[in-house]
């Protein structure tokens, strides 16, 4: 790695073109006037690919340096930029793996992105359930006997796409995943977007791209130091072309790419290049601190925390202990409450409340102070509960937990006549539209499957303990689109 660190970053490089006297006769439009526009924004290193800056789309100056840079400390095959965040990289990993028309075997709980690759590709979703965590009402890792059984009943599927680790930080034994699909010739994408971190401490679980996935997604600005939009795509093994990669990002990622985003990009994977094992070290220490300090908890539980372990979640392979999960079963409160709480009265924001839930979601960048806040005010919360005041139950209706009956395929549902439905009639219908809650992005109701009595109660349980919950026509809670009768696209 050392061939590497004299090498000037590509924000030096900027900054060096901004303190020149080069006049910009090209994009973008502001022209670095920052007389005119003043410094509040980066006006001054934001440039288009002029000489000596390369090009995204086609790299083979710097941007090729430093994408092989990562790839060489990441140990990939390929690794590339993203500056559309995950959605894009998804998307292009789906394509560049699939025929149009092909057969993929997804896990329910994936992003909404891996829906819509399937949606735009023309594909037959076949779905792998997550394991049920009982003790905290979540999804568990996937089975890697539910991916032995899939792929034996469906060999033609052409790609495994799973979320590893999940919203709530559960790890599927990816290793195992990637090799039964290998045995079958099947490549592996792991959605690994709130992993990013995996890649640069042994605190935390190993990187599916450490562990035989083809194709990894990882959202460096969800766990890391780097700002909004910035990813990485890996690529493993020989059983997607990198070359097809390429060409398909460079029609899901934008044409203009941001040399400020990438920047970011660079600034971050040098910093934990250069620096990541203490702050990493630094970092565990908090997360532990923080934990010793959930065990004085009597209502309120925080998963995989405290006295919280994870021997008590079976459906867990690992647990990504930085996701700081808070259950508020048994308590009165709701996740959404204990968040509106923790923002009121301790000026802390989460990152996500539903159902019963609370997230917060730490990184390297969280101080000694922000740890103990966030312990302090939920011990203090805490030490108002009364286990009485509501019972515990071990699934609160907010997730799905069984595949809703499948009718046609998504693209099929949505290139239907499609027609308004009041929700309390739409029972045995079949959906034309999604239903999610956002966060975290994961369909509860997929075009083409059809709307069931206990759907109906999921949405109004997700709303009635203040979840949000959208759906492609806006109709919620009134109305869904529903296909119409005998309107079927062929």
């Not at 005119?36 to 000596?52: K, S």
């Not at 034309?432 to 206990?454: H, K, M």
Request: glycine residues 8%; hydrophobic residues 40%.
């Amino acid at each position: 790695m050392d061939k590497h660190k004299n090498k000037p970053s590509l924000l030096d490089r900027l900054k060096a073109l901004a303190a020149s006297n080069s006049i910009p006769m090209h994009m973008p439009g502001h022209k670095r006037n920052t007389a005119l526009l003043g410094t509040d924004l980066p006006y001054n290193i934001d440039i288009t690919e002029i000489d000596g800056f390369d090009n995204l789309h086609g790299a083979s100056g710097i941007l090729n340096e430093y994408m092989e840079e990562i790839a060489d400390f990441y140990g990939t095959e390929r690794s590339f930029y993203l500056v559309n965040g995950s959605t894009c990289g998804i998307l292009a990993g789906i394509r560049a793996a699939m025929k149009r028309g092909g057969k993929i075997a997804i896990a329910r709980n994936c992003h909404k992105s891996v829906y819509h690759a399937i949606e735009l590709f023309g594909l037959e979703a076949v779905y792998l359930m997550p394991e049920m965590d009982e003790a905290f009402g979540i999804y568990g890792g996937i089975a890697t006997a539910s991916i032995a059984d899939t792929l034996k009943t469906h060999p033609d599927t052409q790609l495994v796409v799973l979320t590893s680790p999940t919203y709530e930080g559960v790890v599927s034994d990816i290793a195992a995943i990637a090799k039964i699909c290998h045995a079958y010739g099947i490549p592996l994408l792991v959605d690994e977007a709130h992993g990013s971190h995996f890649n640069h401490s042994e605190h935390f679980p190993s990187s599916a791209t450490a562990l035989g996935a083809d194709i990894v997604i990882q959202s460096l600005h969800k766990t890391l130091p780097s700002l909004t939009m910035t990813s990485l795509a890996h690529l493993t093994g020989d059983l997607i072309r990198p070359e097809e990669v390429a060409r398909q990002l460079a029609i899901f990622e934008s044409s203009s790419p941001s040399y400020v985003l990438m920047a970011s990009i660079d600034r971050c994977f040098r910093l934990l290049r250069d620096e990541g094992e203490q702050l990493f070290e630094n970092y565990n220490q908090r997360l532990a601190g923080f934990s010793e300090k959930m065990e004085q908890l009597q209502h309120l539980k925080v998963l995989c925390h405290g006295n919280d372990r994870s021997a008590l979640h079976p459906t867990f392979f690992a647990f990504d202990k930085g996701k700081i999960l808070i259950s508020t079963q048994g308590t009165g409160l709701t996740g959404q409450k204990l968040s509106e709480m923790l923002r009121s009265e301790y000026h802390i924001e989460m990152e996500m409340a539903y159902g019963d839930h609370a997230l917060a979601m730490t990184s390297v960048c969280d101080t000694d102070v922000a740890m103990d806040a966030l312990a302090d005010a939920l011990l203090a919360i805490d030490g108002t509960l009364d286990s009485k005041s509501g019972e515990h139950t071990l699934y609160n209706g907010t997730l799905l937990f069984s595949l809703p009956d499948k009718q046609c395929e998504i693209w099929q549902a949505l290139e239907s006549e499609k027609v308004d439905c009041p929700i309390e009639n739409a029972i045995g219908q079949m959906a034309a539209e999604y239903v999610w809650a956002y966060p975290p992005g994961i369909p509860l109701l997929v075009p083409g499957e059809r709307i069931s009595n206990g759907f109906i109660r999921q949405v109004h349980t997700l709303l009635e303990k203040g979840t949000k919950v959208y759906s492609d026509a806006d109709g919620l809670p009134e109305n869904i689109q529903i296909m119409h009768h005998e309107s079927l696209a062929h």
